[in-house]
């Protein structure tokens, strides 16, 4: 079998190299080569013995066992893909994160270059090139030396060897117990790597088994192999290493720790020269070269190992891990978690992702500048592009990282909690326009009318399998009051979702069902809560009081956006291995879950909401483009949201107490003091700000929308003051009907969209409502002060019946 030129240092100084032509074998050589024939003697033994133990006394012992081990162990060799690092990428292409088991990138001989492969010959195996799978010299040396000294001060294991060894060091992986049985320095091991390094020798080079020997070999400082190693130490790539810095790194093989050229440099030091004396003394440096090469100390441009999500930048680390989940859990990466699992441990992958950096810098910089990590609440906020499902941004107050004491955590609030979240938050009012659109297409009009009294008992309501029961009549559990003691019907849908009134959605919940809303909450993506238990079918699930993730409140939004069709959240946009082979990733799925006139309903709907007298009025746009949400706020204020969204990006964004139970009341948050916290005030802030910055230079695409008519003026104006309209009793006038705004709004008028179109007729006639659901308690309350925002009541379950 041909083998390369050796390598030999030229006239020319520095690192000028030429080949030269490779030293003849030798009879020994060529006996050496033949060494197979060892396995079937009596000397097999004593060299194996020889090499093994330290006493000339016990070189006979084990010969005839170890002869019958040799005959029983297959020779071949199995040889699994080395662990490597994988790189997580945003959409342009900027790297992310560095995530491994091992930090490893495998390369080339041609990208090793020749330097590193000699140095590394000559410190370890000088007649790697010249002997077989054994080193006969090396043996009879090693059996003269330990027998001399009555100590295993010599070993005499070939490259092809040790590389033997480091496979099976690989193949243990984390197992502390397999890992030291690799190493074990007994018997029965080195006659097993005798044969397995006999079997390597017959099918592969020697340059092969060097490349491979230099791709798996351990170099300190987490870094295994020599890429790894040369970009740990010194910042560059293998092939760009110096004579000193070579031999430094081919150095640290026999003891990383002890020659570690960051915790002792001048042990380093020492060994880099002994490397570079071997140099010379096999005639591939010339004495000038070594000498120049030794000057001064190791000079090193160490960079710290970095491994993982925490190392991201730009709050990117709970997108990282979200990453990882999703390759830990998406059958496409395999049809077991185990088999997913190996995927990622293996890494050598480059992941490319939908991460906006833009908009991932905008919502960063809103959540952390409205809110403070040291203050009792949190925020989270996610954006999602309608029409693909690609997430483009995911961020949230408190930093990614593992030190309490910084508050710092590896809980991502943006996602549930099978994909490394928590078990979500009550969303309040933003369920509501998901009830609305289950209304809809179950044939309700844009202008149905609900008596909507400012409190009334929560009404028998029909479910999947059968009827829920109010079991708490008469009691405060029993009952659920509007916001405002003024929020007395009737009201229409528009007005009635722009001043989020309760009552209305708990009697379209009752004429529509429980199992409409929760198949609609279904389609849009709510499949469960965010801790993974099943979504209830109670009465108070239409008034958001069970618990969702940001990303999946912002993916609804993004359904309305994207006129009835839902696109799966997408987070990875391709991945390739180091050797450019594509993986299989999950393609964006989009399929139409309600009608695009339903949809076009609640865009104009939610509309209202953004304009004077709807909850979310003073959150526009700098640039005045179109934008549509909802508020939401639960009980207790315990938490608050908007979700809002323009034409081509749809955002959710949640705040309060990180395990949900702080009430944000007489409250100081980013500096600033509240009373109360609502959606429009708290979180609706944080969307405005991130969203001013993320839709910069983004096109303006409009909604198309419906013409929907104001309802008739109420007897008594003064019993529906509004939400805190500024005005001691409002009017359903208040409420905008888009295009256009109202006189005094604040902000500009816009020109008639031309998509605008009367609301499509109904597929059935309104039902009438029954006398015994018109107001029950109009005068109650009338002191309470008016409020931009809605309240809910949460009933548990021991105060409902099914039946």
């Known amino acids: 079998m041909s083998r390369r030129s050796r390598r030999t240092p030229s006239s020319e100084p520095h690192d000028t190299w030429v080949p030269r032509p490779r030293r003849r074998e030798t009879p020994l050589g060529l006996l050496g080569h033949g060494v197979k024939f060892l396995g079937y003697s009596t000397l097999a033994g004593v060299l194996l013995a020889g090499i093994a133990l330290p006493a000339a006394g016990a070189l006979g012992l084990g010969m005839k066992s170890g002869v019958e081990e040799f005959d029983t162990i297959p020779d071949d060799l199995k040889t699994p893909p080395l662990t490597q690092a994988s790189w997580i990428f945003d959409a342009k292409g900027q790297q992310i994160a560095k995530v491994y088991e091992r930090d490893r990138r495998v390369i080339t001989a041609e990208e090793m270059g020749p330097l590193i492969r000699q140095a590394q010959v000559d410190i370890e195996d000088a007649r790697f090139y010249e002997h077989g799978a054994v080193d006969l010299k090396g043996v009879l040396r090693a059996i003269t030396k330990n027998a001399e000294s009555g100590t295993a001060v010599q070993g005499a294991s070939t490259l092809t060897q040790q590389y033997v060894k480091n496979v099976n060091v690989e193949k243990a992986g984390d197992d502390v117990a397999a890992v030291r049985e690799a190493q074990r320095k007994t018997l029965g091991r080195k006659v097993q790597e005798l044969k397995y390094a006999i079997k390597l020798e017959e099918e592969l080079t020697k340059e092969q088994i060097l490349t491979n020997y230099l791709n798996i070999t351990y170099y300190g400082q987490q870094a295994y192999g020599i890429q790894a190693a040369a970009q740990r130490y010194f910042s560059k790539n293998t092939k760009d290493l110096t004579i000193a810095e070579a031999a430094t790194l081919a150095g640290l093989v026999q003891n990383p720790s002890q020659f570690d050229p960051k915790a002792h440099p001048e042990a380093s030091r020492k060994r880099r020269d002994v490397v570079l004396d071997k140099m010379v003394e096999n005639k591939h440096l010339t004495p000038e070269q070594a ?151 179950a044939g309700l009009t844009s202008t149905q009318s609900y008596p909507s009294p400012n409190k009334m008992d929560w009404p028998t309501m029909s479910t999947c399998d059968g009827t829920w029961k109010n079991l708490e009549k008469g009691r405060k559990g029993g009952a659920i009051p509007n916001e405002s003691a003024g929020e007395v019907g009737p009201y229409e849908l528009k007005e009635a979702m722009a001043l989020s009134v309760n009552t209305y959605f708990v009697q379209m919940e009752q004429e529509i069902g429980l199992c409409a809303v929760k198949q609609m ?114 009980d207790e204020k315990k938490s608050a949201w908007f979700s809002g969204y323009t034409g081509n990006l749809a955002a959710s964004v949640w705040l309060g107490g990180p395990a949900g139970g702080v ?33 910069r230079g983004m096109p303006e695409k409009e909604f198309d929308t419906v013409y929907i008519p104001n309802p008739a ?44 179109r009367p609301a499509q007729p109904t597929q059935r006639q309104e039902q009438p409502v029954q006398q015994d659901q018109q107001p029950q308690e109009q005068q109650e309350q009338q002191g309470r002060a008016e409020q931009p925002e809605e309240q809910h009541t949460e009933q548990h379950s021991d105060q409902q019946e099914q039946g």
Not at 715 to 738: H, L, M, Y
Request: hydrophobic letters at 35%; one cysteine or more; proline letters at 8%.
């Open 291 to 441: 000498k120049e090469a030794k000057t001064g100390p190791v000079v090193l441009r160490y960079q710290a190992p970095q491994n993982g999500c925490i190392t991201a930048d730009a709050g990117m680390g709970f997108f990282c891990d979200y990453v990882k989940h999703v390759i830990k859990q998406d059958p496409v990466f395999g049809k077991t978690a185990a088999e997913r699992k190996k995927l990622w441990d293996m890494g050598g992958l480059l992941i490319h992702t939908t991460l906006d950096p833009v908009k991932q810098a905008a919502a960063l910089r809103a959540v952390t500048a409205k809110v403070k990590v040291t203050d009792d609440v949190s925020a989270a906020m996610t954006m999602v592009e309608p029409g693909t499902g690609k997430i483009l941004a995911m961020a949230q107050t408190r930093p990614y990282g593992i030190d309490p004491g910084k508050r710092q955590t590896v809980v991502n609030y943006n996602v549930d909690a099978a994909m490394g979240g928590g078990n979500g938050f009550q969303p309040g009012s933003n369920f509501k326009p998901i009830v609305a659109a289950a209304g809809l297409e």
């Open 521 to 634: 909450a279904n389609k849009l993506g709510v499949l469960t809560k965010a801790s993974g238990k099943p979504l209830e079918e109670l009465p108070a699930l239409g008034l958001g009081t069970q618990e969702v993730s940001p990303l999946v409140m912002a993916n609804v939004y993004a359904t309305f956006a994207n006129r009835g069709t839902y696109c799966t959240p997408v987070a990875i946009s391709g991945i390739t291995t180091m050797d450019g082979k594509e993986v299989a990733v999950s393609p964006g799925k989009c399929e139409r879950v309600f009608s695009e006139n339903t949809a076009d309903v609640i865009n104009t709907v939610l509309l209202g909401v953004t304009e004077k007298g709807g909850t979310g009025r003073d959150l526009g746009l700098d640039d005045d483009r179109q934008i549509a949400g909802k508020t939401g706020t639960s």
């Open 663 to 695: 009430p944000m009341k007489n409250i100081r948050i980013g500096g600033k003091w509240f009373d109360e916290v609502f959606g429009a005030t708290g979180p609706g802030p944080i969307w405005q700000m991130a969203m001013n910055d993320a839709v």
């Open 713 to 756: 003026p109420k007897r008594d104006p003064s019993a529906s003051p509004g939400s805190g309209s500024g005005s001691p009793g409002g009017s359903p006038s208040d409420v905008a009907t888009w295009p256009g705004r109202p006189q005094g709004s604040g902000r500009p008028s816009r020109t008639p969209n031309p998509n605008t």
